[in-house]
């Protein structure tokens, strides 16, 4: 028995990840594996599988793009390191039992090694748990299923009910290619017999490659029980290998997201027309309309209503909020001074822009055309039209005019603007900050400030009127 992270009665899990495929058919300067689904490389998809699996280690195969395969996963898994990484290179590509061959100086003998791709991105944990289960430390097993057009791909022949062999497509007999159970790709098999069998592979056949599929001969001469596990869910062994597969799955799982929110009683306008590049945590009777993408880690309290055509990454949005159409909400790091907060029952949009670090308290009202960056926004303050606070600190009840501005940027550094609370700033001034405005003062329209104000006065920062009577205008000589 290893220790606490074992999952599995029978022994540690340790994943092997072929990756080392060029991806022609994706016709891109990115490595296949890094292309992104649901705003995840495929690869770390198959590394989150490997994560829920509590994998005591993870070897990546790669060789095709390797440096950027290995420097984007190293990037992505230093957060979440859960099980210890690997990287092994398999130059050339010459088939799948190469490429795991290259895995076994950094296998260790006591696991069960899980083969996965990195261009199958949508296994579910459930189904791996339940093929590890199959092998149980001592059978190879076998994830299958059964296609109508089982067309290149490995056929799984069995004898009577036994499992005696796969035979690849370009190998295969006229009676075997009617054969519809097919490998998936995907297997479970104990460590110390897949060293040995690994060893006895050759490449005298049609593709003069290392299949990987041609230990289940050595298995059953060796008398080890073979199993099959057979799915029905395509999408769980679809791979990855053009950009209309790419799309196809996205939808997939973008499906899979939209049934899970409405499971939980979230009311989506149209769940084909949804996008969650992320994590979507939604209270009770959230409303969502169409159109709308999160990103990051986004959640939304009790009643929130997000309107049609809204991005919405790393923010949190309190009860009874209300986001109108084509908002753009952008935070940073959730967690972090970056990240975005709506208050309860604030009104947000439409057209409303909040950039990193806007923290908007309760009741707040942002209209449209309305830019909020790095500021706070105490209970019941508003901007509603066509305005920008960046670097300011906005009391309660503040209400801020139609074309003011922050001048927070001195072109060297920025500066805070303090408005305390009660404070009415006209429409179209400018607030050059450093700069504090006094609670319960006014601004008059137009003004440009550049020198603090005291509290309740009305301050005025613009050219007196003039009017001078009967004028004349000059006329054309
Ligand atoms: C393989 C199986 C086939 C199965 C199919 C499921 C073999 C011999 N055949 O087919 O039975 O039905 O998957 O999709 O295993 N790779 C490497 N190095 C290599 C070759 C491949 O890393 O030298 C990687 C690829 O990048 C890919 C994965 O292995 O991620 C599978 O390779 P692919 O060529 O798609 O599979 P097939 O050999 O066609
Ligand atoms: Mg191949």
Redesign the pocket.
Known sequence: MAGAQNIFPDAPVDVVI??????TRMKSKLP??LHPLAGRALVQHVLDTAAALQARQVTL????GASEVEAAVARATVATGQFDLNFVR?E????????VQQALPVLRDDGIVVVL????PLTQPDTLTQLIAACGGTRLALLTIDFADPT????IVRAGDAVQA?V??KDATPAQRQIKE????IMAVPAVRLKKWLSRLDNKNA?A??????IVKFAVLDGVPVVAHKIHDAVQ?A?V?SPVQLAELERAYQRRVALQLMEQGVRLADPARLDVRGSLSCAQDVFIDVNCVFEGQVSLGEGVKIGPNCFVKNVSIAAGAVIHPFTHIEGGAPGSKDAIEVGAGALIGPFARLRPGARLGEAVHIGNFVEVKNSTMAKGAKANHLAYLGDATVGARVNYGAGSITANYDGANKHRTIIEADVHIGSNCVLIAPLTIGAGGTVGGGSTLTKDTPPLALTVARARQVSLANWKRPSKK
């Open positions: 072929m990756a080392a495929g060029k991806g296949k594996v195969i790669t060789g095709h398999q050339p590509q010459l088939g799948t039992g190469h490429a791709s990195g261009d199958v290149g791909y490995g056929r796969i690849e497509q097919v490998y998936s790709g593709q490659e290392y299949y990987l599929t041609d062994v791979g290998n």
